[in-house]
């Protein structure tokens, strides 16, 4: 049976739809895998958040307006707990309270606390620890957000390096900085790469104004979550 000219474009559009048809639906079907499998790799990671200080130990105290710097630390954990759970990404809280770690208030909490966030660490099996603090200097002129790491893993180094790569992009670093070699407690016990975020300097009054601000701690927390995940997808 012959078709005119008329039923000729139908058929020829019929099969030209069903053909765009089937690759849309292959590419739907492609970026859905890659979706499920990114999810997937998200999904095996573990993350470890220490919002530094806690309860009778504040940490510094802001140069003009004496806010807490374990409040500010607190409010930038857990923003940052959102943006891993957004990715999919398993999150263990050291604290989700003001209070510390210690227990009582008698004699040795501050060792205490540093053991009980230790443990919590190690028994979380975590792939990064990041542990958030702010720094104070006798001179006010020093600022700038810098992340510090164990000198004898390579891990823990290249952690830092990546984190800090994203803090000199902050609107508030007026230069950038390097990583830098920390012996602290929590990152010569750690079981995994583990960071000290030192956000920036409440001894600063132009930071300490930023820190205040819902705005740059939110900055702040997303700059520490992209520097970890390039990190954790490298």
């Not at 806010?67 to 923003?79: P, R």
């Not at 001894?203 to 992209?226: A, H, V």
């Amino acid at each position: 049976m012959k078709l005119n000219s008329v039923e000729k474009k139908w058929s020829y559009l019929s099969v030209f739809a069903c053909a765009l048809t089937a690759v849309l639906l292959g590419v739907w079907a492609t970026l859905n895998v890659a979706d499920a499998n990114a999810k997937t790799h998200y999904e095996s990671f573990v993350v470890v958040i220490d919002a530094g200080h806690g309860g009778i130990d504040a940490g510094v105290l802001g140069k003009t307006s004496k806010v807490k710097e374990s409040d500010l630390n607190l409010d930038i954990a857990k923003k940052l707990k959102t943006h891993f759970e957004k990715a999919g990404i398993k999150v263990v809280m050291t604290r989700t309270s003001y209070g510390g770690l210690y227990g009582t208030t008698a004699k040795g909490f501050k060792k205490r606390d540093m053991q009980n966030r230790i443990k919590i660490i190690n028994d979380a099996n975590a792939d990064v620890m990041i542990s958030l603090h702010l720094n104070f200097f006798s001179s006010s002129k020093t600022r700038g957000a810098t992340a510090f790491f164990n000198a004898d893993d390579k891990n823990s180094k290249a952690l830092a390096e990546s984190i800090q790569r994203f803090f000199n992009l902050s609107s508030g670093q007026t230069r950038d900085l390097s990583a830098l070699k920390g012996d602290y407690f929590l990152l010569n016990q750690a079981n995994c790469p583990a960071v000290i975020c030192e956000c920036g300097f409440l001894s600063n009054e132009e930071e300490e104004k930023l820190l205040l601000t819902e705005t740059y701690r939110q900055e702040l927390s997303e700059l520490i979550f992209k520097g970890a995940t390039a990190f954790l997808l490298s």
